[in-house]
Nanobody, 124 residues
Framework: DVQLQASGGGLVQAGGSLRLSCAAS????????IGWFRQAPGKEREGVSC????????GYADSVKGRFTISSDNAKNTVYLQMNSLKPEDTAVYYC?????????????????WGQGTLVTVSS
């Protein structure tokens, strides 16, 4: 099965930046897209971004457009989420998942494999 390892979370002040990494094994970009999701305390999990090398799709939630950038390093089988201009409301556990990228439909049911989360805390 596909295995995913998310990393890069931490504590940052509002306005700061973090880069999350999602290292995938037993995985090929030919078969799966990668999505990033987050879950804040007391809230439902929400889609943040996705990237597909299969059809070139890239999608972002409205709340992160213009601030977050998803990218990949095929040689390393790694997908990154560069997060700039962070806000306290970005505080959450961030997860990466392998599945299908539908830019207008960042829904978790499209993803079959999930990594463990990495905590991002943005202080005001």
């Amino acid at each position: 099965d596909v295995q995913l390892q998310a990393s890069g979370g931490g504590l940052v002040q509002a306005g700061g930046s973090l880069r999350l990494s999602c290292a995938a094994s037993r995985f090929t970009f030919d078969n799966y897209a990668i999505g990033w999701f987050r879950q804040a305390p007391g809230k439902e999990r929400e889609g943040v971004s996705c990237l597909s090398k299969i059809d070139g799709s890239i999608g972002y939630a409205d709340s992160v457009k213009g601030r977050f950038t998803i990218s990949s390093d095929n040689a390393k089988n790694t997908v990154y989420l560069q997060m700039n201009s962070l806000k306290p409301e970005d505080t959450a556990v961030y997860y990466c998942a392998a599945g299908a990228c539908r830019p207008r439909e960042l829904e978790d049911f499209l993803y079959d494999y999930w990594g463990q989360g990495t905590l991002v805390t943005v202080s005001s």
